[in-house]
């Protein structure tokens, strides 16, 4: 095994800087070398063709990382992390780009579709899963963006100034419980944090390796590093992709003796041990599951993920009656119309669905299919529109197809409005005047202001960027062939003014996040705020019933809860139980209440199913700045269960004393 030492100075310069920009150094062969790829939703390969241009080879497209958090199943997050390792076998890439755990601190964020949620605990459980899914088939992950990386605007230089307990609590976090899962890298990202490049945040990398247990290199976003002396004495690793420039001025300070012998040798080392753990990790795995298998798995997280967030008892749609369905993301042609933009955009392996199409058979009626508009063709609803209103007018039920697509979410830009385009919202309004039963379902990678329309309509399906089998598991759900059972990873507030980071949100240069740890419910919830959908809300085609909470003490710190849900209706189903743990009288500020646990669980019709979940002491604890450490507080704190953050079931007091559990008081 080479080490360092049988290195040269300027083989471990090399070393330290990628060889181009999807592969790391083999020195003239003398080491393995390592191919990464994007990305988080499906693998985009760039590959040269003949004629030399470059594009993105076709893969499986996976729901976007938003609708997989929208399932709130552990499950899918692991299958999709293997699926994607298969991906990468067959493709010849060690270590995918992915996955991306930035919390949701603003719905205009450009690429919020490609992070998990606005809590926490979510993200980092659900990236857990994904990564352990991922290495437990051989190809490494690379977690992303470290750290404080919530906006696209201005994104290679603004500085993300945020507090240090709201750095801990809410975005470190998601890193911290992901690196449980051991991934081999992770990449940082491009921004600046309290005014110093995340490429250089020497603190941020001393937090990860020695406080998360992080034993992996550290890889810059791509041209995230602006000095690679600087950045090498922080600690990053590996600098991709290569810059000439960069690469010159890093051996001039070298030579200079800005760059230490023992700090080069440092990255070099752990760049060694990473070549050398991909390699024995990837060993001689092949792909496991076929590509149908692997859309099978696209399709299995889309249909965990879809929403339901309104039905006044149109869906499910009946066998026979006659749809009008309208909307171009009802039929799509080319796969980023339904999902984001930017180096996370898939080239779809399939084919395209037509939802129509896909109705007509599983429901045997007349369903009749208008595109109508585009939200590239504004016109042509008032020139072909008519038909889409004669067709909602004459038909049982109007299905109105609505979204945004990859031109609107985009990496290195954020959304201009949480709205939809103002033609959307107009077909909305005029088909739903010709017909009660409309039904809007809506494919979008982050959250919608439905306040326009949300009244007029008598349901609404979020299915989010469900990938290219989404189009089935869409049709599934409006015809009841799968009860939907996603819940909203993140709040729908009524309008974008609403929401806490609304107003420092883009500010030129700092973006200050003043709201401190008031990102999403935590906020909502605290200050009494009305929304439009809540953290954790989805509706069924069946009812549940909670009850029977009962609390173990399993340690001085640490509780079983268990409760038992009932599926009250007449169809099987799944439902999303959660945790919240709520301190309630606290010396410090606490928000009102946080997520620390959830299960989904599959429940038979009239059959009930008994959910536990184990808390430790980071259910109660709070990052003090006074000792710099996590910390639990005497006192009594409230472990709440529910449908969604807005609909506690269950609840019973806990009292801490002399930091031990004292008591306990079920409600
Ligand atoms: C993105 C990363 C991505 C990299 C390589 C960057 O622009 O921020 O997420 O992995 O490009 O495509």
Not at 170 to 185: D, H, Q, W
Not at 308 to 330: H, M, T, Y
Not at 341 to 351: P, T
Request: proline share 3%; hydrophobic share 35%; glycine share 10%.
């Amino acid at each position: 095994m080479i080490t360092v030492k049988d290195l040269t100075a300027e083989e471990k310069l090399r070393l330290i800087c990628g060889k181009d920009a999807w592969r790391t150094e083999d020195l003239g062969g003398k080491l393995p070398q390592l191919a990464v790829s994007d990305g988080p939703v499906g693998l985009r390969k760039v590959v040269r063709r003949e004629d030399g241009k470059e594009y993105d080879k076709p893969s499986v497209a996976y729901p976007a990382i938003q609708c997989l958090a929208n399932g709130w199943d552990r499950g899918s997050a692991r299958a999709m992390g293997e699926a994607l390792a298969d991906d990468c076998l067959e493709n010849d890439v060690d270590i995918l780009l992915a996955p991306g755990v930035n919390i949701k601190r603003n719905p205009l964020n450009g690429r919020n579709f490609e992070y998990f949620s606005e809590d926490p605990f979510l993200a980092g459980s659900l990236a857990y899963e994904y990564i352990d899914g991922l290495q437990s088939r051989g190809v490494g992950a690379c977690l992303k963006h470290f750290y404080a990386n919530n906006l696209e605007f201005n994104r290679l230089d603004q500085s993300s100034d945020v507090d240090e307990r709201t750095l801990r609590e809410i975005y470190l976090k998601p890193f911290e419980l992901a690196c449980r899962a051991k991934p081999v890298s992770v990449m940082c990202s491009y921004n600046r944090i309290n005014g110093v490049y995340a490429s250089e945040n020497k603190k941020g990398f001393r937090i990860l390796r020695e406080e998360f247990g992080f034993d992996g290199a550290i890889v810059s976003d791509w041209s995230a590093v602006h000095d690679r002396a600087k950045a090498a004495k922080a600690g990053l690793d590996l600098e991709m992709p290569f810059d000439q420039k960069n690469y010159d001025k890093l051996v001039a300070d070298y030579k200079a003796g800005m760059l230490s012998d023992e700090e080069l040798d440092a990255c070099a080392q752990r760049m060694l041990d990473l070549i050398c753990r991909c390699k024995k990790m990837r060993g001689d795995n092949k792909p496991e599951k076929s590509e149908s298998d692997r859309l099978a798995v696209a399709q299995k997280v889309a249909e965990e993920g879809i929403v339901l967030l309104k039905n006044d008892g149109v869906l499910p749609l009946k066998k026979g009656v006659s749809v009008a369905v309208c909307g171009e993301f009802a039929a799509l042609d080319d796969g980023g119309r339904i999902g984001g933009g930017g180096s996370a955009r898939v080239q779809w392996i399939g084919k395209p669905y037509d939802l129509a199409a896909l109705l007509r058979e599983k429901l045997g009626g007349e369903v009749r299919y208008n595109r109508a508009f585009g939200e590239r063709a504004i016109e042509s609803f008032r020139s072909k529109g008519r038909d889409a209103l004669e067709n909602a007018a004459e038909c049982d039920v109007n299905v109105v197809c609505v979204g945004t697509g990859d031109t609107v979410e985009c990496e290195a830009g954020d959304r201009a409005s949480m709205k939809l385009s103002s033609v959307q919202e107009e077909v909305i309004l005029e088909t739903a005047a010709q017909n009660p039963n409309t039904v809007v379902v809506v494919f979008a990678g982050s959250v919608i202001d439905v306040s326009a329309w949300e009244d007029s309509v008598a349901a609404i399906v979020y299915a989010g960027f469900c990938g290219e089998r989404g189009g089935e598991a869409v049709a599934e759900v409006l015809t009841g062939e799968i009860n939907p059972s996603g819940k909203l990873s993140e709040t729908f507030p009524l309008c974008i003014e609403d929401t806490p980071s609304y107003r420092a949100y883009n500010d030129i240069c700092v973006s200050r996040y003043e709201e401190g740890l008031d990102v999403g419910y935590r906020y909502y919830d605290t200050y009494g705020k009305p929304v439009a959908f809540p953290f954790g809300f989805g509706l069924s085609y069946t009812d549940f019933g909670y009850e029977d909470l009962k609390i173990r003490q399993t340690g001085d710190l640490s509780l079983e809860v268990a409760y038992k849900i009932s599926n009250l209706g007449e169809i099987s189903g799944k439902e999303v139980s959660q945790l919240y743990v709520r301190a309630c009288a606290p010396y410090v500020y606490r928000p009102y209440k946080e997520l620390k646990g959830f299960s989904k669980d599959e429940i038979g019709a009239g059959k009930s199913v008994s959910v536990k979940i184990s808390l430790d002491s980071s259910a109660f604890s709070y990052y003090s700045t006074a000792f710099d450490c996590w910390t639990v507080e005497d006192g009594l704190y409230e472990i709440c269960v529910g449908a969604s953050s807005a609909d506690i079931r269950l609840s019973a007091f806990v009292r801490i004393k002399e930091g031990k559990i004292a008591s306990v008081k079920i409600n």
